[in-house]
């Protein structure tokens, strides 16, 4: 099965912004979803933001005004800018797709964003 595969974390300071990104273009088809996810240790994932192939993106009240997700259909890739960063949004970032409406979440191994408080 072919699982996305995320890049871009790394360590960003409190008020700057980090770029992630999401590759699934071996998927040869245009998937209906793509999202992403963060989790802390100990802690449930948290949906960060998605976008649908046909619909409404969503926003956590948590990161909406700050954090614009994207996508590219032709080669299924999304990207999450993350602008004015806080140390809350320490946590791994899980990227998945949905092949088609209601299908399971295929998911990434994740990156990881650290930001010092």
């Known amino acids: 099965q072919v699982r996305p595969v995320e890049s871009g974390g790394g360590l960003v300071q409190p008020g700057g912004s980090l770029r992630l990104s999401c590759d699934a273009s071996?998927?040869?088809?245009?998937?209906?979803?793509m999202g992403w996810y963060r989790q802390v240790l100990g802690n449930e994932r948290e949906l960060v933001a998605n976008?649908?192939?046909?619909?409404?993106?969503y926003y956590s009240d948590s990161v909406r005004g700050r954090f614009t997700i994207s996508r590219n259909n032709a080669e299924n890739t999304a990207y999450l800018q993350m602008n004015s960063v806080k140390p809350d949004d320490a946590a791994v970032y899980l990227c998945?797709?949905?092949?088609?409406?209601?299908?399971?979440?295929?998911w990434g191994k994740g990156t990881l964003v650290t930001v010092p408080s």
């Open positions: 071996e998927i040869t088809f245009t998937v209906h979803g």
């Open positions: 998945y797709v949905q092949l088609v409406p209601y299908a399971p979440l295929i």
């Open positions: 976008t649908p192939l046909h619909g409404t993106m």
